[in-house]
C-alpha cells in the first residue's frame, strides 16, 4: 500500500519497519511496478499484448474500451487510479530500502519467497490473475 503516500511518508514508513523489526526480520512490499510503463509502448510480448487489451476491457471508460490495445489508457490509468500517489521503480525502492538500513534486499516474483512465512501471501492476483500481476507487480524482500 506503499504507493498510497506520497514518497516521503514512503521513505518514513519504511524507516519505521526498520527500526521496529527485529535483526534479520523481513519487510515484504508488493507495490504497482513504475518500469511497466517502459515495457508496455514496445513489447511484442503476447502477454503484455493481452494485459494491455485487458486492462482496457475491464477498467477502461467506453472511449478507452473502444481503443484496448493502447498502452496509453493502461499507464494513465496506473498513475492516476485506484488512489495511488507515487508509483516506485526497483532502483528507488531499493534505494530507499538500503538506506534505511536494509541489509539485504531481494526481488521475488508473486507468491514467492525464501521465507516460508512468506510464500503465498500476495492476494493481488486473486482479483486480476497471474499473468496481469506478474506484469504489474513489483515485490522486493528487505532484511534487517
Known amino acids: ?8 511518508a514512503g521513505l518514513r514508513l519504511i524507516n519505521e519497519a526498520h ?3 527485529q ?7 508488493s507495490t504497482p511496478n513504475l ?18 487489451r485487458w486492462s482496457n476491457r475491464t477498467y477502461g ?13 493502461v499507464i ?9 500517489i507515487y ?4 532502483e528507488t525502492l531499493r534505494q530507499a530500502l ?6 539485504e534486499v531481494v526481488r521475488c516474483e508473486p507468491g514467492m519467497s525464501s521465507h516460508a512465512e512468506l510464500v503465498g501471501v500476495d492476494r493481488h492476483a486473486d482479483s486480476i490473475g497471474a499473468v496481469a500481476n506478474r506484469i504489474e507487480s513489483l515485490i522486493l524482500e528487505a532484511t534487517a
Do not use: K
Not at 508509483?87 to 526497483?90: A, P
Open 1 to 8: 500500500m506503499i504507493e498510497h503516500v506520497p514518497y516521503e
Open 19 to 21: 527500526r521496529v523489526l
Open 23 to 29: 535483526r534479520d526480520g523481513v519487510l515484504r512490499i
Open 35 to 52: 518500469d511497466v510503463f517502459r515495457l508496455l509502448p514496445d513489447s511484442d510480448d503476447p502477454d503484455v499484448q493481452e494485459y494491455i
Open 61 to 73: 471508460t467506453p472511449e478507452q474500451r473502444a481503443d484496448e490495445g493502447s498502452p496509453a489508457h
Open 76 to 84: 494513465n490509468r496506473m498513475m492516476r487510479a485506484w488512489g495511488h
Open 87 to 90: 508509483l516506485y521503480d526497483e
Open 98 to 103: 538500503t538506506r534505511a538500513g536494509f541489509r
